[in-house]
């Protein structure tokens, strides 16, 4: 076949396209690029056209910059192999009866952090938004002002309030709130509270003269006693981490876990399946059986259900926290490996130079915890060479420096990443 970007005569879009087959993306998308480089008057630009097209698909990527829980990466690593398969997804497979979503991933979530009853919806947000609407439409909800936060991506508490129908009842200040200002607020009945909501500050810190009222004061709180609801954002499980040999480590310094919340007397709570549970994107909802009944008939939580595939993932995560074997979640093996052993793996890249880190949690939790780490150092700013690897790897420029940090990377990407620091450096050599 002869070059369609060679000759006098532009080529048709139909030949341009199939002379780039090879590029593995199906016809009409390389039909696209070949109609954007004929329509720049560059039909020689129309392989680079398909390649670009080709890595705006959802991929693997190396992430090697550190951030465990990485919002633009997924957030958590995820394993994502499943052949085609039914499930018993709304199957009672005893009595063979239509059975419930929640039986299964939502009621082991519930078991491995201590509550009655649980349901799973797309992520922690959709899950504020359901137990608002579903425990206080047409009523109002107390909250500190020093919990109105905004958690990103446009999430700010007031504005989900608003979305859910219920209305907002500030308490406090911005630095202090005290358990009087709460019980004012639920004495009032011009105001008509239907729930006590503490929002955990997942991704900043207010420091100096600050007060906030803890979960234990909060429970049961009102005549007649209201229900607290605590969204903690992150999904720690246990604050003593049972699941991991050494304990916690000392970067989870004094963050909130489900199980201790739980304890302490709230009676519902809310976190994100992929924030330090270490799970796929999911909102967990978990507590009191009648309040969580509440949520899973209100209309919304058919719209906020996830799928077989999100519930799958879930139910791995909470068998493996049930097991004691979380310690081997995708999260948890990186945010725990001992920094001489990572040490030891920069050294076995033979690229780069060695340097210690300082890897992070993210993802909107642990506000200004460092977790110690190490990794390498190229000189300037390598990071679209880097990118422009099959896979791509992703790293991120300090002081003119790009570093690749090695907590987040997987052992067996190691020689992956050496190569791509070899093509990225010798590229523009
Ligand atoms: C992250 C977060 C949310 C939202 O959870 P997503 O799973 O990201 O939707 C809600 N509340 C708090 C306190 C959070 O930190």
């Given at each position: 076949m002869s070059d369609p970007t060679q000759g006098g005569r532009p080529p048709s879009v139909d030949a341009l396209a199939r002379s780039?087959?090879?590029?593995?993306?199906p016809h009409p998308l390389l039909v696209d690029a070949a109609r954007r480089a004929i329509a720049a008057g560059d039909p020689g630009r129309a392989r680079a056209e398909a390649v670009a097209i080709a890595r705006t698909l959802l991929q693997p990527v190396i992430n090697?910059?550190?951030?465990?829980?990485?919002t633009n990466l997924g957030r958590a690593p995820l394993a994502r192999l499943q052949g085609a398969t039914y499930s018993?997804?709304?199957?009672?497979?005893?009595?063979g009866d239509r059975g419930s979503?929640?039986?299964h991933a939502a009621a082991l979530m519930a078991r491995a952090c201590g509550g009655d009853a649980g349901l799973i919806v797309n992520n922690g947000a959709a899950a504020v938004l359901l137990v608002l609407a579903a425990l206080a439409r047409g009523r109002s909800v107390v909250v500190s002002r020093g919990e109105l936060v905004e958690i990103g991506g446009g999430f700010r508490v007031p504005e989900v309030m608003a979305e859910s129908g219920a209305r907002l009842v500030e308490v406090g200040t911005t630095n202090r709130t005290r358990i009087a200002d709460y019980e004012r607020a639920l004495a009032?009945?011009?105001?008509?509270?239907?729930l006590v909501l503490k929002v955990h500050k997942s991704n900043y810190r207010i420091e100096g003269f600050t007060g906030e009222v803890g979960i234990e004061a909060l429970?049961?709180?009102?005549?007649?006693p209201r229900p607290l609801v605590v969204d903690?954002?992150?999904?720690?499980?246990?604050?003593?981490?049972?699941?991991l040999p050494d304990g916690?480590?000392?970067?989870?310094?004094?963050?909130?876990?489900a199980r201790q919340t739980l304890l302490s007397g709230a009676d519902l709570i809310v976190f994100s399946?992929?924030?330090?549970?270490?799970?796929?994107q999911a909102g967990v909802i978990v507590g009191r059986a009648d309040l969580v009944a509440a949520c899973a008939r209100h209309p919304l939580a058919r719209a906020l259900r996830p799928g077989g595939l999100v519930l799958g993932a879930m139910q791995d995560v909470a068998l493996a926290y049930l097991g004691r074997t979380?310690?081997?979640?995708p999260f948890w093996r990186m945010a725990t490996v001992p920094v001489a052993e990572l040490e030891r793996r920069v050294e076995a890249l033979g690229v780069g130079e060695p340097v210690a880190t300082t890897a992070v949690t993210g993802g909107?939790?642990?506000?200004g915890v460092d977790v110690p780490s190490a990794g390498i150092a190229l000189d300037g700013d390598r990071t679209a060479g880097l990118r422009a690897f099959h896979p791509p790897v992703i790293a991120r420029v300090r002081d003119g420096q790009t570093l690749l940090d090695l907590?987040?990377?997987?052992?067996?990407?190691d020689p992956t990443v050496a190569d791509a620091v070899r093509a990225a450096t010798a590229a523009d050599a």
């Amino acid at each position: 076949m002869s070059d369609p970007t060679q000759g006098g005569r532009p080529p048709s879009v139909d030949a341009l396209a199939r002379s780039l087959v090879d590029c593995g993306l199906p016809h009409p998308l390389l039909v696209d690029a070949a109609r954007r480089a004929i329509a720049a008057g560059d039909p020689g630009r129309a392989r680079a056209e398909a390649v670009a097209i080709a890595r705006t698909l959802l991929q693997p990527v190396i992430n090697a910059t550190g951030v465990l829980l990485h919002t633009n990466l997924g957030r958590a690593p995820l394993a994502r192999l499943q052949g085609a398969t039914y499930s018993n997804l709304e199957l009672d497979l005893v009595s063979g009866d239509r059975g419930s979503r929640s039986a299964h991933a939502a009621a082991l979530m519930a078991r491995a952090c201590g509550g009655d009853a649980g349901l799973i919806v797309n992520n922690g947000a959709a899950a504020v938004l359901l137990v608002l609407a579903a425990l206080a439409r047409g009523r109002s909800v107390v909250v500190s002002r020093g919990e109105l936060v905004e958690i990103g991506g446009g999430f700010r508490v007031p504005e989900v309030m608003a979305e859910s129908g219920a209305r907002l009842v500030e308490v406090g200040t911005t630095n202090r709130t005290r358990i009087a200002d709460y019980e004012r607020a639920l004495a009032d009945p011009g105001n008509d509270v239907a729930l006590v909501l503490k929002v955990h500050k997942s991704n900043y810190r207010i420091e100096g003269f600050t007060g906030e009222v803890g979960i234990e004061a909060l429970g049961g709180l009102g005549d007649p006693p209201r229900p607290l609801v605590v969204d903690l954002g992150s999904g720690l499980l246990d604050s003593a981490c049972p699941w991991l040999p050494d304990g916690p480590p000392a970067w989870l310094r004094d963050e909130p876990a489900a199980r201790q919340t739980l304890l302490s007397g709230a009676d519902l709570i809310v976190f994100s399946g992929d924030k330090l549970l270490g799970g796929p994107q999911a909102g967990v909802i978990v507590g009191r059986a009648d309040l969580v009944a509440a949520c899973a008939r209100h209309p919304l939580a058919r719209a906020l259900r996830p799928g077989g595939l999100v519930l799958g993932a879930m139910q791995d995560v909470a068998l493996a926290y049930l097991g004691r074997t979380a310690q081997h979640l995708p999260f948890w093996r990186m945010a725990t490996v001992p920094v001489a052993e990572l040490e030891r793996r920069v050294e076995a890249l033979g690229v780069g130079e060695p340097v210690a880190t300082t890897a992070v949690t993210g993802g909107g939790t642990l506000p200004g915890v460092d977790v110690p780490s190490a990794g390498i150092a190229l000189d300037g700013d390598r990071t679209a060479g880097l990118r422009a690897f099959h896979p791509p790897v992703i790293a991120r420029v300090r002081d003119g420096q790009t570093l690749l940090d090695l907590r987040t990377v997987e052992p067996a990407d190691d020689p992956t990443v050496a190569d791509a620091v070899r093509a990225a450096t010798a590229a523009d050599a």
